[in-house]
């Protein structure tokens, strides 16, 4: 069951991970397989990894699934194409932490939980490796920061220029997410009722 959060302008889309995917990333992780690709993050962790395309294609019907019904909460028409470009593993330890940042050279990214240490619950400051999207200014009246503490198997979507954190934490174990940026590209007249999703992330990677 999807659900849409709209506690401001963007909108987040909350959905479920399938278990063969968050089983197949941990796996490639635990074995080392994946390119290095921290250096392509704004991220302190202790590694990243770039997931091979090859891998999100066998999970094609699930990412289309997610965009199309998170772009038809936010407009009427159905988009011409949806792209794929880079997709990463993060893994995260006490101490490390994303600092405020953006998706660069795409529409949409998304944040899903594959992995969280032992005694999470237990932690003393729940706000210790939480997630916090950032929109606007801060107001009495108004909600600016959308903290959000996921349990293993939440995929959030959301628009490249919605600023978000994830705080660092002090417990032992690791905490374990991928992210994937997308393009979205609308019709300019009457486009295709079922659009394809197309990887291309060879051409354009983003942060």
Known sequence: M???????GPVVGVF???QELINELNELMDKGNLEDYSDQLAGKLEEA???????????????????????????SETPEELLV???????????????????????????????L???????KDKKDGIIEFCHGTSHEHAINILGLDPPVGAFYLFPFYL???????R??????????????RMP????????EIIDVSELSEGP
């Open 163 to 169: 600023q978000h954190i994830v705080n660092p934490f």
């Open 49 to 75: 990894g770039k997931i091979p395309p090859e891998i999100l294609a066998g999970y094609k019907d699930f990412l289309k699934e997610c965009l199309l019904e998170y772009m038809h909460t936010i407009s």
């Open 117 to 123: 240490p032992d005694g999470w619950d237990k932690r």
């Open 171 to 184: 417990i032992p174990g690791e905490r374990r997410t991928f992210s994937v940026n997308f393009s979205v």
């Open 85 to 115: 470009h880079a997709g990463w593993v993060n893994r995260m330890v006490a101490g490390d932490y994303n600092p405020i940042h953006i998706h660069l050279n795409c529409s949409l990214s998304c944040i899903g939980l594959l992995q």
């Open 2 to 8: 999807s659900k849409f959060l709209k506690p401001f």
């Open 188 to 195: 300019q007249t009457n486009g295709p009722k079922h659009p």
């Open 16 to 18: 479920k991970l399938p």
